[in-house]
């Protein structure tokens, strides 16, 4: 069992930044990587950044340059540093945890509870 602590969110002006943080406890050796997931209203929740257990990281094409996704092994800790933000990022942003499946998968496993960032004027 692995658990999930999001923080970091609020409410921000168009253009800037937050970090959002993600602790994570319990059997953490079985995380293989983690991602940020965002979900707005009325939209499907959408793989925003992930960074895998090698520090190879992926972003979505929407917050690619914008957004950076970071882990600190000791701390058991990961980020989402977020700049220049937009109104449309505005979103539930969930931290989660990736585990092999079998032999040739992987699944996003684990789920924080979201912080809630709101870019508005």
């Known amino acids: 069992q692995v658990q999930l602590v999001e923080s970091g969110g609020g409410l921000v002006q168009p253009g800037g930044s937050l970090r959002l943080s993600c602790a994570a406890s319990g059997r953490t050796f079985s995380i293989n990587g983690m991602g940020w997931y965002r979900q707005a209203p009325g939209k499907e929740r959408e793989l925003v950044a992930a960074?895998?257990?090698?520090?190879?990281?992926n972003y979505a094409d929407s917050v690619k340059g914008r957004f950076t996704i970071s882990r600190d092994n000791a701390k058991n800790t990961v980020y989402l540093q977020m700049n220049s933000l937009k109104p449309e990022d505005t979103a539930v942003y969930y931290c989660?945890?990736?585990?092999?499946?079998?032999?040739?998968?992987?699944?996003?496993?684990?789920w924080g509870q979201g912080t809630q960032v709101t870019v508005s004027s």
């Open positions: 960074i895998t257990s090698g520090g190879t990281t």
């Open positions: 989660a945890g990736r585990v092999v499946v079998g032999s040739t998968s992987y699944e996003y496993r684990y």
